[in-house]
């Protein structure tokens, strides 16, 4: 089974500053990877998706990550924080249930705190 | 820009009480999902369905039933609500099959059990 392993809890960063997420996965075959955010009392908004394509990956609002299949790692970086970035962002893998249908599973996720 | 909406948004049962949660999608969507989000632990899978009139189980499905009688609806039922099913529930749904597709969320439910 697929697995994936948020590596902090929180992160503090003042504004302007960059932001380092840390994801690790565990994956028996080539992943598809995934970041979401999610603000408070909201959904979960794709922030962007590894499939393969390109190791460098870029998303929405400034962010992008890296899959480093040597190392097994995905991390989120930006390289300036702001304030509206202050969320709970969740590496997530894309896995498939016992039946073969595509399930996710998610990190236990990263609260980013952004100080003035 | 619907996406998926979720009904309630907020709710607090007494013990024992039932009460059913309604998610909605306007994306022609086949596969549905209903998780649980308590702190520390991520999003957890309750149930699924691939298709109206089809439903399955996740990793945590005890004490939840679902439906699927329309494709662009997904029930999530509790019969008999306990004070551990005090939670946020996310409805998510995602085209199909494809394992690099996203799924989209609505913005959950947040359900007190006293």
């Known amino acids: 089974a697929q697995s994936v392993t948020q590596l902090d809890s929180h992160v503090s960063v003042s504004e302007g500053t960059p932001v380092l997420l840390r994801c690790n996965y565990s994956?028996?075959?080539?992943?598809?990877l995934f970041w979401y955010v999610q603000h408070p009392n909201k959904g979960l908004q794709l922030l962007l998706k590894?499939?393969?394509?390109?190791?460098l990956v870029k998303g929405i609002n400034g962010f992008e990550a890296e899959f480093k299949k040597s190392e097994t790692s995905f991390h989120l970086t930006k390289p300036s924080a702001h304030m509206s970035d202050a969320a709970e962002y969740f590496c997530?893998?894309?896995?498939?249930?016992?039946?073969?249908?595509?399930?996710?599973?998610f990190g236990t996720g990263t609260r980013l705190l952004v100080s003035p | 820009n619907a996406g998926v909406t979720q009904t309630p948004k907020f709710r607090v049962l007494k013990t024992g009480q039932s009460m059913t949660l309604l998610c909605a999608q306007d994306?022609?969507?086949?596969?549905m999902y209903w998780y649980r989000q308590d702190p520390g632990m991520g999003l957890r899978l309750i149930h699924y369905?691939?298709?109206?009139?089809?439903?399955a189980k996740g990793e945590v499905p005890d004490g939840y039933n679902v439906s699927r009688l329309k494709k662009q609806n997904f029930l999530l039922g509790l019969e008999s609500a306990a004070p551990s099913q005090t939670s946020v529930y996310f409805c998510?749904?995602?085209?199909?099959?494809?394992?690099?597709?996203?799924?989209?969320f609505g913005d959950g439910t947040r359900l007190s059990i006293l």
């Open positions: 998510a749904s995602t085209i199909g099959i494809i394992s690099n597709q996203p799924q989209h």
């Open positions: 994956s028996s075959y080539s992943p598809s």
């Open positions: 590894y499939t393969s394509a390109a190791t």
């Open positions: 997530v893998v894309s896995d498939f249930t016992n039946t073969g249908f595509q399930k996710l599973v």
């Open positions: 994306m022609n969507h086949e596969y």
């Open positions: 369905s691939v298709g109206e009139g089809t439903t």
